[in-house]
């Protein structure tokens, strides 16, 4: 495939949209072959290179200003994502590098006296952020124009330097080991061993001299948490990891002061991920807590990371109210982050939203309303599966799917799960998701056998296939599939059912 159109096809639509408009920043034209190349490669079709020649040059079939056109259209979104990612930078990195380039123009336009106060700005905010390697640059350039008569001692500005080498150095062997760290926790979920992420991060930790700097250093703490919950994820293994990551938390928040200005985005970042798993393990009530420190975090000193965090805030706040019997302050909740705070999300809290309150209708009854919120998705799943995964994309089917069941469209039902193990399957092949392979099989036979639905008979299959340890243990997620199905054996509402079940860990 083409390598623009793959990287065009990262773009959300409002990037494609602002990219169009940056090509014709510098001169509008009516006719810009760059901007017409843009528009045929976000097409659907793959264009071989000499039938984009052709369209682009008609009467004269011209490669050589072909290639040169593709260049010119990657140096523009190259300056493109650039720009956006300036924009999008959480940490002072940008600032930094801003100050860093505006001190060299400055240099060389001899305005050392400025300059030099751009360089001092500069070191300030990288010390601040642990920017390491950039405050090496900042030493760096400060050592270099060391002669003018602006300057601090160089004696004192090398002393500094050989200071910042070795946090930097400490930062690269972070990295070697979180990577380390990566690689063992992969290799142990392919092996279905036990992650132990525990022993196996302190036992790295320890090979790279970094115990004790994990509970000094916020940005590690979080790096090493995110790379641990991203297994436990994939193993959906939260009871374990949940008093893990609440004693790494409050360990660095007491031992050492807790958290810097600074460090707000890692604080609440780790406050989001304890939400997440306590609600996860049905503890309703403590997530509600955390989510509570979470908000009076992004609404303090964290504030500039409001627009990041309030969307996952309000996803975790609306799925713990469900099950603490507020379903409708739940709604209310999201309809208001979806329709009147939409600026604020991008592309996947969007998607996140829309299942989110569909889930919610179904819960409370409004199947008509669940289906319309879902059909408002309108993308492909191929679409769906490139921005949010498969395992989102297949939760989404079956919602679809369940649904229908309710709205009595009992053929379309049929045809949605004969696509759905057409499409997932080798997916459904895998020991995970077993229990999935044979909900659908499942609801064929309610399909087939309506009258059987109610019988012990069928009652006893259910709890004979869908494998359980047991619901304390069970996903929260699986449990609320699992749970519809028995409100059709016991002619219940859904959502009375559901929280029966999950009030094993009310």
């Known amino acids: ?64 200003a072909y290639y040169a056109l593709r260049k010119r259209l990657m140096r523009h979104i190259t300056n493109f994502i650039l720009l956006k990612r300036v924009e999008q930078d959480i940490t002072a990195a940008s600032p930094i590098m801003g100050m860093l380039s505006l001190a060299h123009y400055l240099f060389d336009m001899r305005a050392d006296k400025l300059s030099w106060t751009y360089l001092r700005k500069a070191e300030k905010l990288a010390i601040t952020n642990e920017q390491f390697d950039l405050l090496n640059m900042v030493y760096n350039l400060q050592i270099e124009k060391a002669d003018s008569e602006y300057a601090d001692s160089v004696e004192e500005i090398i002393c500094k330097r050989n200071q910042n080498k070795l946090a930097a150095d400490e930062e690269e062997r972070a990295n070697i080991a979180s990577s380390i760290i990566k690689h063992r926790l992969q290799a142990v979920r392919r092996q279905g061993s036990d992650l132990h992420f525990n022993n196996i991060i302190q036992e790295v930790l320890k090979a790279y001299g970094l115990t004790e700097a994990v509970s ?48 707000q985005y890692y604080k609440a970042s780790l406050l989001y991920m304890i939400a997440h798993v306590l609600y996860r393990n049905k503890k309703f009530r403590e997530s509600m807590h955390y989510l509570g ?93 490139g921005k949010m995964g498969r395992e989102w994309t297949l939760k989404k089917n079956l919602g679809e799917l369940i649904i229908q069941y309710e709205l009595g469209n009992e053929d379309l039902v049929l045809n949605r799960i004969r696509a759905f193990e057409r499409n997932y399957r080798t997916l459904l092949q895998e020991p995970a998701y077993r229990n999935v392979k044979h909900y659908l099989q499942l609801i064929k036979h309610m399909i087939d056998f309506p009258e059987e639905v109610y019988r012990p008979e069928f009652v006893q299959s259910v709890e004979n296939t869908l494998e359980f340890s047991s619901f304390e243990d069970t996903d929260i997620q699986a449990m609320s599939f699992y749970a519809w199905l028995k409100s059709k054996m016991l002619r219940r509402p859904y959502y009375d059912v559901l929280l029966e079940l999950a009030q094993t860990k009310g």
């Open 1 to 64: 495939m083409d390598d623009l159109k793959i990287t065009l096809d990262t773009l959300s639509d409002d990037d494609k949209r602002e990219l169009a408009v940056f090509i014709q920043r510098e001169k509008k034209k009516k006719h810009r072959k760059d901007l017409e190349l843009f528009q045929l490669l976000q097409q659907k079709k793959n264009y071989k290179p000499e039938q984009l020649i052709q369209r682009l040059y008609p009467e004269d079939p011209n490669p050589v």
């Open 293 to 385: 420190l979470l908000h009076e975090s992004i609404s303090g000193e964290g504030k500039s990371h409001h627009a990041l965090f309030y969307p996952r805030y309000t996803f975790l706040m609306v799925a713990n109210l469900v099950f603490l019997f507020r379903i409708q302050e739940a709604i209310e909740l999201m309809e208001n982050l979806l329709y009147k705070n939409t600026a604020i999300l991008g592309t996947k809290d969007l998607l996140t939203a829309q299942l989110g309150l569909g889930f919610n209708y179904f819960a409370q009854g409004a199947f008509s309303k669940a289906n319309k919120v879902l059909l408002n998705i309108n993308h492909s799943d191929k679409w769906c599966e």
């Open 216 to 263: 000094k250093r916020p940005s590690l703490l979080y790096k090493l948490l995110s790379i641990a919950r991203s297994a436990v994820l994939a193993r959906k293994d939260f009871i374990s990891f949940e008093p893990y990551i609440i004693a790494q938390y409050h360990e660095a928040e007491q031992k050492y002061g807790g958290f810097k200005k600074a460090h």
